[in-house]
């Protein structure tokens, strides 16, 4: 195995991985590495376990996080030697590598035939010029886009997860990431953007139900305890503290207050009604 330094270098930030080669990128202070599948495929070997990348796939390795590539014989891998203060949000978002599937199609597409030419100059002994900078800034561009589009899908899984499971007491972030296939870090990362915590939300959607089960009239003789067990609520006081929490009186309080709320309403309905009433009444008395 090769240290990636020990290959043919014919510039100062771009390198050359020759087919049936295995390299380890280990990026030092101040700089990242793009590893990007010009032709044939590769495999990683990281924190993350194993992992395939196929030819316009890339891969940044940030520092903290080396990873072994094995190089198919037949395929062609270009290295590039980028500064990682353009990339400093991809690692505070992951904790190993990451990978750009740069045959994605998005407005920063242009990324996948960016790197095809400067490969294919490269290779060929020709001068690729010096701009690692704006390449690492278009990079994050092109993950940035990725990102949103993943948290997006992240965010809706999750919130499918969480209503089909609320009654179970087990329900809990690790819950969650299991089910969604992703890292407890990401989903953090991806609940923070909607101002909120994963556990927060969990909490907040079982309340919600307990309150309009307390508002229905149906469901007025099933105790506050029963409700609350309904909704993976199991304990009678953490369920009246976390309730008064978040809506400033006890389940049984607000169930109270909320029937006197609706029988207030509809004598006052009533009320009106009966005056109507009334009124049309003298009306046609009177004609």
């Known amino acids: 195995m090769l240290p990636l330094h020990e290959t043919d270098t014919a510039s100062s930030w ?39 990348l196929d030819e316009g796939d890339a891969l940044i390795v940030l520092e903290g996080a080396p990873a072994v590539v094995r190089v198919d014989r037949e395929a062609e891998i270009v290295v590039f030697l980028l500064p990682s203060a353009p990339l400093g949000a991809l690692q505070a978002l992951r904790d190993a590598n990451v990978v750009l599937e740069t045959r994605r199609s998005s407005t920063v597409s242009i990324l996948g035939h960016l790197l095809c030419a400067l490969s294919e100059e490269h290779l060929n002994g020709r001068s690729v010029g010096d701009f690692p900078q704006q390449l690492a ?20 899984e999750s919130e499918q997860v969480i209503e089909g499971a609320l009654w179970d007491p087990d329900l809990d972030p690790a819950y969650v990431a299991r089910a969604v296939h992703a890292s407890l870090r990401t989903l953090h990362r991806v609940f ?38 309904r909704w993976g609520l199991h304990d009678p006081a953490h369920f009246s503290r976390l309730f008064k929490s978040e809506y400033g009186q006890s389940p049984g309080s607000y169930r109270r207050s909320w029937a006197q709320s609706r029988q207030s309403e509809h004598l006052a309905v009533s009320g009106a009604f009966d005056r109507r009433t009334t009124n049309v009444m003298a009306l046609a008395g009177n004609r």
Do not use: K, Y
């Not at 087919?19 to 495929?41: D, E, I, K, T, Y």
């Not at 139900?209 to 609350?228: K, N, P, Q, Y």
């Open 192 to 229: 923070r953007a909607q101002g909120t915590s994963l556990s927060a939300w969990i909490r907040h959607r079982r309340l919600e139900h307990c309150r309009e089960d307390l508002e229905d009239l149906a469901m007025s003789e099933v105790s506050v305890r029963t409700i609350g067990a």
């Open 137 to 156: 800034a278009l990079v994050r561009l092109h993950f940035q886009a990725i990102v949103h589009s993943d948290d997006s899908n992240l965010w809706t």
């Open 14 to 52: 771009v390198s050359t991985v020759q087919g049936g080669q295995s390299v380890c990128l280990h990026p030092g202070n101040g700089s990242a590495q793009l590893c990007f599948v010009r032709s044939g495929s590769l495999s990683i070997e990281n924190t993350d376990g194993h992992r395939e």
